[in-house]
Every structure is written in C-alpha cells, then in structure tokens.
C-alpha cells in the first residue's frame, strides 16, 4: 500500500500561486508515476499533470501549460505541483495520484490523497 498526503492549497486571487505537495510513503519502491489530477463538484476528475518518477519525464493538460511545473524529489518521495498565474478556472480540488504502470486517466490510478481545495477569486 501507499499513502499520499497532499498540503499547501487555499485560497488566492488570480494571477497569483501556490505550490502543492504530496508526501509518499509506504510501499513505493514500484511506483513509476505520480500525477495531480482536480475535480469541480458534478465534474468528472481531470489529469493536469504527471510526472514518471525514474526518467523525470513530465506531461501536462494543455490548458496549464506554461503555468503549472510538477516536480518529484526522490529523496524526500515527495511531489510538487507549482501554479503560477493561477485563473479562476483553476479553482478546483486537487488530488494527488500514484501507479505502478501509468498515470493518465483517473482509471489508470491505483492510490489517491485525500484532496487539498485550490480557490481563486477573481
């Protein structure tokens, strides 16, 4: 099993950011991506970035390009998620993910944090 604690959401005003963290612990010898993936309540959950943990390898959703930079430091088993100009439209809650094989699609995800709310005001 792994555990994923995120920390580090709230609430700023557009054009503003935040940094996002997931710690990792537990059984995460065989974990090859960890992703951040949010949701609007009535929405289904979006991938907005992952990041495979050995290569470095970083993918994100178009609408965050530029914007949001998803980091891992192995060392600590930690991931980041910094948004910078953040938008309205970004106001979600956002959860941290984990996998063995990949981290494209919420079905692909074998564990989830509990979820750290992002609000921006216009």
């Known amino acids: 099993q792994v555990q994923l604690v995120e920390s580090g959401g709230g609430s700023v005003q557009a054009g503003g950011s935040l940094r996002l963290s997931c710690q990792a612990s537990?059984?995460?010898?065989?974990?090859?991506?960890m992703a951040w993936f949010r949701q609007d309540p009535g929405k289904e959950r979006e991938a907005v970035a992952r990041?495979?943990?050995?290569?470095?390898?970083?993918y994100y959703v178009d609408s965050v390009k530029g914007r949001f930079t998803i980091s891992h430091d192995s060392a600590k088993n930690t991931m980041y998620l910094q948004m910078n100009s953040l938008k309205p439209e970004d106001t979600a809650k956002y959860y941290c993910?984990?996998?063995?094989?990949?981290?494209?699609?919420?079905?692909?995800?074998?564990?989830w944090g509990q979820g750290t709310q992002v609000t921006v005001s216009s």
């Open positions: 990041i495979y943990v050995r290569q470095g390898d970083t």
């Open positions: 993910a984990a996998d063995s094989l990949t981290c494209r699609t919420a079905a692909d995800i074998d564990y």
């Open positions: 537990g059984y995460t010898y065989n974990m090859q991506c």
